[in-house]
């Protein structure tokens, strides 16, 4: 019967991302393609004095995406630090500066990485000012980025990409606004809380006291999920009856998800003027997403140890209203698209289960990925795919037209290379040097071991992916942990967008080449085979070794 139930979930998530993608992708291709402007968008455009008809380079757009970041790391900083004198502060004090760095990075950077108990910590307008509004914007930068990736692939010796501030409010007022505004209906309908009542006394059942927080929860759960952000409004996340109340708040918190990520190819095949290339790329998320969930499932069913097996599976940590199977789509959802949000505790799975949602980061959350980052992650491995194939039968390969050369390939490369590069890195420094290591076993690590690593692992390629997920045995909340991550957050979300940039920018300024016989067709299931593939072998094989000392190990024990 669970079975069922799981592929009667599965299959209604399917259908209903499969109705919503296809009007979605066509809605957002005039988004980024229309001429006119709305007038809030145009009152906008004098208030920050951006010239929306003004093209922009590459490195013109690149300037825009990190000096609007860079305000926004500066804007959260300070409202965290002066939240003692802010109104609706609930008399909270201010935020220590390590974790207002931490944290003010995590939500620019869309990771939403928490290393702290946000209803003991942050006041309703820290929350509303300062991380829900991160939340949208956040989202917009990395559509924006994704969209002038396509423009590159599309336009013909072009010296621009279009306008990021355009690109920025036009995500905002467009796309994400209208669709969070009807996302938190429907949540507020289905229970969420949203309020400013700060805390409420009550008594128990057994005569004591106990303090239920409220909050305007429902308004930023939408676009915690539609932007692919995932910081909780309660510690717990989306376990906590007050953010997910039910079960089909659970799927409903899936879709928003999944329903732009997966929208996107079709934008990408709208805009180069094919939208077969867009169904081959939507294929390759598809079959990593459907190969992960399967994966996912089957572990946490069989479970491990006679307790797991009288309780029908390992529910330890997970929630008893969402059931295994509810709890591992919500998990491969959310670790595949960059989200971070949790309905169950991933450090609380079993060894080979906990190792998915981490390897599901390790593949570049490209299956479907974030809102924008998956898209432009997934063409930077296409790029690299048609490449490989190049090699294979001698020929100089191309993608929609477009040599790829040296400088694309070496583009790619990097970007294929940096954010592992963060992650071992990470790990290394923190357990290779005594003093980081000392504090990180007497302080953070609570768990000894393999699982011990695991945690470290988990949580530096959460940082650098950018998700905001956790193993929560680790306690984050530390000078190095903090600044650490924080820097991870900040290199792994602009060295990428830097180097997409400057690839979407070296495309633009090509000829088109005409389709010869000898082209490699990128439609086709066989580029679809060859781009999971690679996607497999590149990103995922980069960390077998430091996955046999965690949780292979662990799991093999």
Do not use: C
Not at 8 to 16: E, G, K, N
Request: positive net charge; charged residues 10%.
């Amino acid at each position: 019967m669970p079975v069922v139930f799981a592929i009667l979930q599965f299959a209604t998530l399917v259908v209903i991302i499969a109705v919503l993608q296809r009007p979605l992708g066509d809605y957002m291709v005039s988004i980024y393609s229309s001429r006119k402007d709305w007038r809030v968008e145009r009152g906008t455009y004098r208030l920050i004095g951006a010239d929306p008809k003004a093209e922009q380079s590459w490195q013109g757009y690149l300037r825009g995406v990190l000096a609007f970041s860079a305000v926004g790391v500066l804007l959260v900083y300070a409202l965290q630090r002066l939240q003692a004198l802010l109104p609706l502060s609930l008399g909270l004090p201010a935020v220590p500066a390590p974790l207002s760095f931490n944290t003010a990075i995590s939500f620019v950077t869309n990771t939403n990485w928490q290393n702290y108990s946000p209803e003991a910590t942050l006041g309703y307008t820290v929350q509303l000012v300062g991380l829900a509004v991160q939340n949208f914007v956040s989202a917009a930068v990395g559509i924006a980025v994704a969209i002038a990736l396509i423009r590159g692939f599309s336009r013909v010796r072009a010296g621009t990409l279009g306008n990021f501030w355009v690109d920025l409010i036009r995500g905002v007022t467009r796309l994400l606004l209208p669709l969070a505004l009807v996302s938190a209906v429907v949540l507020i309908a289905g229970g969420v809380v949203q309020n400013l009542n700060g805390f409420t006394d009550i008594s128990t059942l057994g005569g004591g006291t106990q303090q239920l927080p409220g909050g305007p929860v429902a308004s930023q759960e939408a676009i915690k999920v539609l932007g692919t952000n995932g910081g909780g409004f309660f510690n717990a996340n989306s376990a906590h009856p007050f953010e997910n109340p039910t079960a089909w708040t659970s799927l409903f918190q899936n879709v928003l998800m999944l329903v732009i990520p997966f929208s996107l190819p079709r934008v990408f095949g709208s805009m180069v003027g094919d939208r077969r290339q867009g169904h081959a790329v939507l294929a390759a998320m598809a079959t990593l997403y459907l190969a992960s969930f399967a994966i996912l499932s089957a572990l946490e069913s069989a479970g491990g140890g006679a307790a797991a097996r009288l309780a029908g599976g390992a529910m330890e940590g997970k929630e008893q209203r969402f059931g295994i199977f509810a709890s591992t789509l919500f998990a491969s959802t959310s670790t595949l698209t960059s989200t971070g949000a949790v309905n169950s505790m991933h450090d609380s799975y079993t060894p080979l289960g906990g190792m998915m949602p981490m390897l599901n980061m390790m593949l570049g959350e490209i299956a479907p990925g974030g809102v924008g980052s998956g898209l432009y992650g997934m063409l930077v491995l296409a790029v690299i795919t048609v490449f490989i194939a190049g090699l294979l039968v001698g020929r100089t390969p191309e993608y929609l037209g477009k040599k790829i050369g040296p400088r694309e390939v070496k583009l790619a490369s990097l970007y294929i290379l940096i954010v592992p590069t963060l992650v071992l890195g990470g790990v290394a420094v923190g357990l290779a040097v005594p003093v980081i290591r000392s504090d990180l076993e007497a302080t953070s690590m609570l768990n000894p071991g393999n699982h011990g690593l695991s945690e470290v692992v988990y949580a530096f390629t959460s940082a650098a992916n950018n998700n905001g997920s956790a193993f929560a045995g680790l306690t984050g909340d530390t000078v190095w942990l903090n600044t650490a991550l924080g820097v991870a957050m900040l290199l792994g979300r602009f060295v990428p967008i830097v180097l997409v940039l400057a690839l979407a920018g070296s495309l633009a300024q090509q000829s088109k080449i005409p389709a010869t016989a000898g082209t490699m067709p990128t439609h086709r299931p066989l580029f679809v085979g060859l781009l999971v593939g690679v996607t497999l072998i590149v990103t995922a094989l980069t960390y077998f070794p430091v996955l046999t000392l965690g949780p292979l190990a662990e799991g093999l024990l």
